[in-house]
């Protein structure tokens, strides 16, 4: 609590607490609520259209790392992690909506997302970045050689292979920084 006032994560949390001490009659009961920020959950496997050359792009990275650093790199149709991505689009708003509404203490009066909004935007994404532990907290830490080296291949890689431009150099045929910014 800041300043005398409630997070709206803390003002669910407090409604619900509440809403089990009305009720309690002594028995054990579970309650059951979904706690703001919600993240949709994102798959580009449920967007009703698979755009070229999107399609294929995450095997084609896969392939590129193992034959660039015989490192194994899996294609996974859901990154089960906190992610800005899963604003990128929703496959049905107004399920959505219906869920919230029946689960969520508070919604959409107080916490509210454009849902339908997100609906008709639904685009593709893709996750990549260096491998790491302790995510968000402070023993967080990232592998160095995926940081600076790996991952930023990976990214061009992906961006050249959406754009159909010229392809990156294979490991040892290195292009120098001021040529690719």
């Given amino acids: 609590m800041l300043s005398g006032r409630l997070s709206l994560a803390e003002g669910n949390r407090v409604l619900i607490e509440g809403l089990s001490e009305a009720v309690d009659d002594g028995r054990p009961h579970v309650v059951y609520g979904l706690l ?29 790392a193992r034959e ?33 509404s029946a689960t969520m203490p508070l919604f959409p009066s107080v916490y509210d997302l454009p849902l ?18 302790d995510f968000h907290k402070m023993t967080e830490r990232v592998f160095r050689e995926d940081l600076v080296d790996r991952t930023p291949r990976l990214l061009l890689r992906a961006i050249e292979t959406v754009l159909g431009g010229e392809r990156s150099p294979a490991p040892g045929r290195e292009r120098r920084r001021d040529d690719v910014l």
């Fill in 36 to 64: 703001p920020p919600y993240y949709p959950h994102r798959s580009n496997g449920l967007l009703p259209h698979r755009e070229e050359p999107l399609a294929g792009l995450g095997e084609n990275l896969a392939l590129f």
């Fill in 116 to 133: 339908e909004a997100l609906s008709r935007l639904s685009m593709a994404c893709i996750n990549i970045g260096p491998w790491g532990k």
């Fill in 68 to 100: 660039s650093w015989d490192q194994p790199y899996d294609v996974e149709a859901y990154y089960t992690g906190i992610s800005d991505m899963s604003y990128s689009g929703i496959a049905d708003g107004k399920a959505v909506a219906q869920v919230l």
